[in-house]
């Protein structure tokens, strides 16, 4: 082999080399870019169930449906088919009463279609929940857009087949959870502010302790749903997203969320705290004592406002 091929073929191998090098500095790159947007995050250990000897609870579900039930078995657990029937006589109690107190009514006014219609029964009522939920996973602007068939794009034929859009309008009008006598104004004896929904609340409290038992750690806190109704029980409170609303003292499982028990409150002149108490430790004994988990080796956990030597004490 002469010089020139022997040159030729050096350089045709550092060519070739550079052509390597060129290609590892590629992966290189796509290797960093991955990184830029995959980012480096921390994994934790799976944390050890550490409870003390003194604790004897049974945790977990309780009285549950059998294995692969349908989704309606488990609404059931917490929404029941007596309070359901509750709801069915009391819309029609009220609905009654209603119509009887209205002196005239008006021409084409809705009221006319109730009693054609007839009363509304359990299977109603049932559908009228169902359209509720779907309206919160459906999103329009106004009531009345669930029913336009005016627009092809824009028609959702589901809540037509449900309900006429008068008919689901008369009973939101009329859905009554219960018959209290003492919600119609402060002046009354015994009035309430949550007189309404208070039989939900219960019901919500009974069904939840009922089908689960909660581990060890339990955490104690506030919460608040926003509204800005006119109600005595609106709470302004700068921390939250939603700064008004009804404020909800709450007791849950720390590991999972699930609420225990919950409590309305009502505002100082409806739910004072007792002399000698503070506040958050009155919140504290009350949410274990409903509960049914004083003096059973629970760990609470709960922030500043509820915190304080006497709670420490007491517990």
């Known amino acids: 082999m002469d010089d020139s091929d022997e040159s030729f073929t050096e350089s045709d191998q550092s060519d070739l080399e550079t052509e390597f090098d060129s290609d590892e500095g590629e992966e290189e790159n796509d290797r960093n870019d991955e990184q830029v947007l995959q980012p480096w995050f921390r994994i934790f250990p799976p944390e050890e169930e550490r409870r003390q000897p003194d604790f004897q609870e049974t945790v977990g579900p309780q009285n549950m449906p059998n294995r692969n039930s349908k989704p309606?078995?488990?609404?059931?657990?917490?929404?029941?088919?007596?309070?359901?029937?509750?709801?069915?006589?009391?819309?029609?109690?009220?609905?009654?009463?209603?119509?009887?107190?209205?002196?005239?009514?008006?021409r084409f006014s809705r009221l006319h279609a109730w009693p054609k219609v007839g009363e509304t029964t359990l299977t109603e009522i049932k559908g009228f929940f169902a359209v509720i939920l779907n309206m919160g996973l459906i999103r329009k602007a106004t009531i009345a857009e669930y029913w336009n068939s005016k627009l092809p794009s824009q028609e959702t034929k589901w809540f037509k087949n449900m309900f006429s859009r008068n008919r689901f309008q008369l009973l939101f009008k009329f859905f009554h959870l219960t018959n209290n006598n003492n919600i119609h104004g402060r002046n009354?004896?015994?009035?309430?502010?949550?007189?309404?929904?208070q039989c939900l609340i219960d019901l919500f409290n009974r069904q939840s302790k009922l089908h689960y038992k909660p581990e060890q750690n339990l955490s104690i806190d506030e919460s608040?749903?926003?509204?800005?109704?006119?109600?005595?029980?609106?709470?302004?409170?700068?921390?939250?997203?939603?700064?008004?609303?009804?404020?909800?003292?709450?007791?849950?499982?720390?590991?999972s969320g699930y609420i225990?028990?919950?409590?309305?409150?009502?505002?100082?002149?409806?739910?004072?705290?007792?002399?000698?108490?503070?506040?958050?430790?009155?919140?504290?004994?009350?949410?274990?004592?409903?509960?049914?988990?004083?003096?059973?080796?629970?760990?609470?956990?709960?922030?500043?406002?509820?915190?304080?030597?006497?709670?420490?004490?007491?517990?």
């Open 72 to 106: 309606i078995a488990y609404f059931y657990l917490l929404m029941t088919f007596n309070f359901l029937q509750q709801i069915v006589q009391e819309t029609n109690r009220y609905a009654r009463d209603f119509i009887a107190s209205r002196e005239r009514i008006r």
């Open 224 to 255: 608040l749903i926003a509204t800005r109704g006119r109600t005595c029980m609106i709470q302004y409170i700068p921390s939250k997203s939603s700064k008004f609303g009804v404020k909800v003292w709450m007791l849950v499982e720390a590991v």
């Open 260 to 315: 225990i028990h919950a409590i309305i409150y009502r505002g100082k002149t409806y739910d004072p705290t007792p002399p000698g108490l503070t506040q958050g430790s009155y919140v504290v004994n009350t949410l274990l004592e409903r509960a049914g988990l004083l003096r059973k080796m629970y760990h609470v956990v709960c922030d500043s406002f509820f915190t304080s030597i006497a709670l420490a004490k007491q517990l």
């Open 188 to 197: 009354y004896p015994n009035y309430s502010p949550t007189a309404k929904f």
